[in-house]
């Protein structure tokens, strides 16, 4: 949801970080809040210098945890797309989940690690300005080293998605063997944390706090393990079947530069009976992304001249590229989009669609018109 509409600010070692509008929000209500938190009451210009550090200190932090998952990641052999900041935090993107559970762990580790340091670290700094007799920023660092400790400690909570969560997953898959099946017990986990979350934010509102936020968290834990629950209820339900068995034969496929006009009004007159997605592909015929005919037929009336196919795409990074003897639930796991490549080492051999895998997941027959996407 909040992806979409983020844009890079900054490359940090190599990984672009996305800030989202909603990110602002945070650090604005961070800089009105800490000045008071902190005990100053001088001018308006210290006030603001003030809040401002908080804000900045507050921001760099939670970078720096994402980081930590980042890095972890690539140095495990992870490709990491970005680091997207929103209101609630952030989250590292990787390319693909990790593949054993010891990446997973050490990945998920790390960021807790991370936010505990640096909470470390911030009340040593406090210790050392108070005793050179600066009240403020002493006071200033001790709040950011209770901020850090706590973030460290409520990302532990054994709650999928919460990095507490992932470390759990790993466990139970190191134990079972079973990567799905744990998804589904750390998920029912993060339906629990998330709902004694919402519960102590009410109560807090009840009290007469300001528990909102605390019970917005809540729900957005709630509602992403609930999510992660029915994927890996779905990936469990596909075990067992290899991607070949079920992959449609290659797409067609146009020029990712041909315009959504061109298509409209050339391609598709002169292929009248088009595949259910359409591949786009560059000059060397390399795949770059896939366009499902629904978003053409949505966007086709009024789509501006000279809109290139690619603008309707989903990209190559989104899309799961497995090869045929790949376990279907697996494959699943891999794709973002729901809309898998079947691919031998050196020619793409098929594609997948969602309503493929909900087909093979639930054989029961659909209703007709559910559409490609939905
Ligand atoms: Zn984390």
């Known amino acids: 949801m909040f992806r979409r509409s983020s844009r890079p600010i900054a490359t940090l070692f190599g990984i672009p970080l996305h800030l989202h509008w909603s990110a602002v929000l945070t650090a604005g209500f961070v800089a009105m809040s800490t000045p008071a938190i902190v005990g100053l009451d001088g001018s308006l210009t210290s006030v603001l210098l003030i809040g401002g550090l908080a804000a900045f200190l507050f921001g760099s932090s939670l970078i720096v945890h994402e980081y930590s998952h980042a890095l972890m990641a690539r140095r495990r052999g992870i490709g990491v797309r970005r680091v997207s900041m929103w209101a609630l935090g952030g989250v590292a993107e990787l390319e693909v989940e990790p593949r054993r559970w010891q990446d997973e762990l050490a990945v998920s580790v790390v960021g807790p690690l991370a936010s505990l340091a640096i909470g470390v670290v911030t009340l040593g700094a406090a210790f050392g300005v108070a005793a050179a007799g600066f009240g403020v920023p002493a006071r200033l660092f001790a709040w950011l080293a209770i901020v850090n400790v706590g973030l460290g400690i409520f990302n532990l909570l054994p709650g999928f998605p919460l990095d507490g969560g992932r470390v759990l997953h790993s466990l139970i898959w190191w134990r079972t063997g079973n990567r799905h099946r ?71 496929s146009v020029n990712a530069d041909l315009s959504i006009d061109d298509f409209v009004h050339y391609w598709l007159p002169a292929n009248p009976s088009p595949t259910e997605v359409i591949l786009l592909t560059d000059h060397d015929q390399r795949a770059t992304g896939l366009v499902p005919m629904a978003a053409v037929a949505a966007v086709a009336p009024m789509s501006a001249s000279g809109v290139p196919m690619s603008a309707l795409a989903i990209p190559a990074t989104s899309l799961g590229v497995v090869s045929p003897s790949t376990d279907l639930g697996d494959a699943f796991a891999a794709s973002p989009s729901g809309f898998i490549l079947v691919s031998e080492p050196d020619r793409l051999v098929g594609y997948i669609t969602p309503r493929d895998l909900r087909r093979t997941a639930h054989p029961t027959p659909t209703p007709a018109g559910t559409g490609v996407t939905g």
Do not use: H
């Open 182 to 252: 744990s998804t589904v017990i750390a998920a029912n986990s993060g339906r629990v944390v998330g709902g004694l979350v919402i519960a102590l934010g009410v109560v807090t509102m009840f009290l007469g706090g300001s528990g909102f936020l605390t019970a917005l968290i809540g729900w957005f834990i709630m509602s992403s393990a609930t999510q992660a629950r029915a994927q890996a209820q779905e990936a469990l339900e596909l075990a067992g079947v290899r991607a070949g068995d079920i992959a449609r034969p290659l797409p067609m």
